[in-house]
């Protein structure tokens, strides 16, 4: 008698050894003997999807030679449109729509095998009508079979498949905040079935908007919650925007407006309005009128500032009685853009701080 496979094993490696090799061997025999599948997509609709694509997924499939699939879906929710993307192995394959119940018939048959290992057979086209519903394998009617001779019928899983409301819904918008200078800032938004977050700003009221990365100034900017740190004053007027589901299914969120008041008074309180900084016209192109008030007897300082900090221009240094003020200034040496008038106000008792945004064209 010859010795069995275990009994060499064992002899050569001792009892201890042989029973993990086997163990070894059975785990790599399961490995390879995976069960067949079968697999129906569940996909994601969005708000303005007319139509969608749900694959039919196969594992361990080989040497198949007939496929007959019976899958029902909602009539209400869907309406059956054709068969796309068809694997090259299934080219001669046939559907049919069936009704009472609503369902698809898939047929097929070669006299040489097809093989699928993960693999998309084929994409199943709807139009939709409401975006939910169940896709289901009629698994008493459906059936593989290889090319053996007769045909042998393979024990295959199926796996339904579902469409389900992916637009996601913002159940908060980002707030508009008003923040001093240097200070940090928070924008939040908040959805209960979002996949994806991308933080957009706008610094040209509304003409162009960037996606926002992450930097020592900005955080968060791929989550529902965008910090900004030490927020400069020429961020005053930007604005932010998130796009929810950026890859799909994209959402764009309310914008909101971020209000820059440079510095405080003593009190900690803005202090906007006391100064009353003002410039007309506003777009100007080469000649605008700055209004300002003094609130009492102190050191007036007003100052022109580019976009990147850098001083342009300081038409006004000096004392100031109570009361208002008007300064036509020419800036026909300045290039269009966006620029940010300084008026700082000290006092024996206090320091006053506010800024205006001046926009030149031409």
């Known amino acids: ?14 009892i201890r050894e042989a029973t993990l090799l086997t ?3 059975l785990c790599n025999l399961v490995l390879f003997a995976q069960a ?14 007319t139509t969608i694509l749900v694959p039919l997924t196969g594992a361990n499939l080989y040497n198949i030679g007939a496929i007959t699939l019976f899958i029902s879906y909602n009539d209400s929710c869907l309406a059956f449109n054709s068969i796309q993307n068809i694997d090259p192995q299934l080219n001669s394959i046939i559907s049919n729509t069936l009704s009472n119940p609503s369902r698809v018939a898939i047929v097929w048959s070669k006299t040489s ?12 086209k709807f139009d939709v009508i409401k975006p939910f519903g ?16 007769p045909p042998e019928i393979i024990d295959v899983t199926y796996t339904d498949g579902s469409i389900y409301e992916a637009t996601p819904t913002i159940t908060l918008e980002p707030e508009s905040k008003t923040i001093t200078s240097q200070s940090n800032v928070v924008f939040q938004i908040v959805s209960p079935n979002a996949s994806g977050f991308s933080w957009q700003e706008n610094r040209n009221d509304g003409a162009v908007w960037s996606t926002l990365s992450e930097t020592n100034t900005y955080s968060g900017t791929q989550t529902n919650s965008l910090i ?12 932010y925007r998130c796009i929810l589901n950026p890859t799909n299914c994209p959402t764009l969120s309310a914008n909101a407006l971020l209000t820059v008041d440079s510095l405080t008074g003593i009190t900690g309180q803005p202090i906007r309005a006391i100064l009353n900084l003002t410039n007309s016209p506003n777009p100007f192109s080469l000649k605008t009128t700055i209004s300002y008030t003094v609130p009492e007897n102190g050191f007036v300082t007003i100052k022109m500032y580019s976009m990147t900090g850098q001083i342009m221009n300081i038409p006004v240094e000096s004392p100031h009685l109570p009361g208002s003020y ?37």
């Open 326 to 362: 008007q300064l036509e200034n020419n800036f026909v040496y300045l290039p269009a853009g966006i620029y940010f008038c300084q008026y700082v106000f000290k006092s024996t008792a206090r320091v006053y701080e506010t800024y205006r945004k001046l926009i030149k064209i031409n």
């Open 134 to 149: 169940n896709l289901d394998f009629i698994t008493d009617y459906c059936e593989i079979a290889n090319v053996a001779l």
């Open 1 to 14: 008698m010859n010795p069995s496979k275990t009994d060499y094993i064992t002899r050569i490696y001792g």
């Open 113 to 124: 095998g097809a093989n699928f290992n993960n693999t998309t057979l084929l994409d199943i």
């Open 23 to 25: 163990v070894f061997l």
């Open 36 to 49: 067949p599948s079968l697999s129906l997509g569940t996909v994601g609709v969005c708000k303005n999807n």
């Open 228 to 239: 900004i740190r030490k927020v400069p004053v020429n961020y005053n007027q930007f604005k």
